[in-house]
T-cell receptor, first 115, second 111 residues
Framework: DGGITQSPKYLFRKEGQNVTLSCEQN?????MYWYRQDPGQGLRLIYY???????QKGDIAEGYSVSREKKESFPLTVTSAQKNPTAFYLC??????????????FGPGTRLTVT | AQSVTQLDSHVSVSEGTPVLLRCNYS??????LFWYVQHPNKGLQLLLK??????LVKGINGFEAEFKKSETSFHLTKPSAHMSDAAEYFC?????????FGAGTQVVVTP
């Protein structure tokens, strides 16, 4: 099956700890994205990557970091600097970033709870 | 700059009756527009997309949407709601490949 996997589905952390969310795709897509979803606010872009070893900040990058060492993988680290980390995190991929024609495919999401 | 407004945060329909979800957009260029559906605690699934071909777009599960440039609208419809249509729906505009999401419309389907 082709698609995007995210793990784990649920994640619990104590305040002050960094945590890394996994995202893997086998669609051979160049572009990958991380979004944060909060109730009533739609999705907001955290980071995106057009190609291996390159990534760009989205609208709400503060307190987050990413890496893109392999085409298939785009992990997101939520650092202790992120003031309100509890949220539902969605990873997506598309054929290319700079083309409005291509839709994004989404993973099943990771729900992070920080207490 | 692009933006999307979903005019209803909640819509309640009876099973078997039509569904209408309203979306207005603003865009500097000729946009691509999408509707996605999200069931609870799941990722988003593409319902349909408009990319400047036919203005009436048919999607999965009986949904369709009409692009009206003069009204800057892209409303989503379905003739007959099913219980499985209960979910959150997002209207999305794309310029240069970056997506701007609406706030979402929660659809409730009653028997």
């Amino acid at each position: 099956d082709g698609g995007i996997t995210q793990s784990p589905k649920y994640l619990f952390r104590k305040e002050g700890q960094n945590v890394t969310l996994s995202c893997e795709q086998n669609l051979n897509h160049d572009a990958m994205y991380w979004y944060r979803q909060d109730p009533g606010q739609g999705l907001r872009l955290i980071y995106y990557s057009q190609i291996v070893n390159d990534f760009q900040k989205g609208d709400i990058a503060e307190g987050y970091s990413v890496s893109r060492e392999k085409k298939e993988s785009f992990p997101l680290t939520v650092t202790s600097a992120q003031k309100n980390p509890t949220a539902f995190y969605l990873c997506a991929s598309s054929i290319a970033v700079r083309d409005r024609l291509y839709e994004q495919y989404f993973g099943p999401g990771t729900r992070l709870t920080v207490t | 700059a692009q933006s999307v407004t979903q005019l209803d945060s909640h819509v309640s329909v009876s099973e078997g009756t039509p569904v209408l979800l309203r979306c207005n957009y603003s865009s500097s260029y000729s946009p691509s527009l999408f509707w996605y559906v999200q069931h609870p605690n799941k990722g988003l699934q593409l319902l349909l997309k408009y990319t400047s071909a036919a203005t009436l777009v048919k999607g999965i599960n009986g949904f369709e949407a009409e692009f009206k440039k003069s009204e800057t609208s892209f409303h989503l419809t379905k003739p007959s709601a099913h219980m499985s249509d209960a979910a959150e729906y997002f209207c999305v505009v794309s310029e240069g490949g970056k997506l701007q999401f609406g706030a979402g419309t929660q659809v409730v389907v009653t028997p």
